[in-house]
């Protein structure tokens, strides 16, 4: 399900200069085995959910989007301090939080909050290592 969020890079010959930087500069803080171990807990809390299938949809665009740009904080090229990846991080919680509140009924909410807690939480202590 997530797999496409956790991809390690694309192909160089179908990357732009603009691209081919961004790849240089990306830092990894997850091994594929980790990844891997994140995507499948993740996968499996959001079955739990019990989203329609159109709405698991908007619900993995949203998180994709989320995801990509929490791996995207602490690029070489962004030389962010520790305390404005976390606030940036903070802000991707909101902005994520707050589109998908809408498609969910409240105990959804509470569980994908709970979920994507552990995620975020997962990230702080990989930056922080």
């Keep these: 399900m997530l797999s496409f969020i ?8 179908s990357l732009s200069t603009k691209q081919k930087e961004r ?3 990306k830092v ?15 996968h499996e809390e959001t079955k739990k959910l019990g989203l ?4 698991q949809d908007k619900y993995d665009a949203i998180i994709s989007d989320a995801v990509f740009d929490m791996r ?7 030389d962010y301090s520790d305390e404005k990846i976390l606030k940036k991080l903070n802000l991707i919680v909101e902005k994520t939080n707050k589109k998908v509140e809408p498609l969910l009924t409240e ?3 509470q569980s994908h909050k709970e979920n994507f807690k552990k995620i975020v939480n997962d990230a702080i202590e990989k930056f922080n290592n």
């Design 6 to 13: 956790f991809a390690n890079s694309i192909s160089a010959q």
């Design 23 to 25: 790849e240089k500069n």
């Design 28 to 42: 990894e803080i997850y091994s594929s085995e980790e990844r891997d171990s994140i995507q499948m807990r993740f």
């Design 52 to 55: 329609k299938k159109d709405v």
């Design 72 to 78: 995207r904080l602490n690029d070489k090229d962004k």
């Design 107 to 109: 105990t959804q909410f």
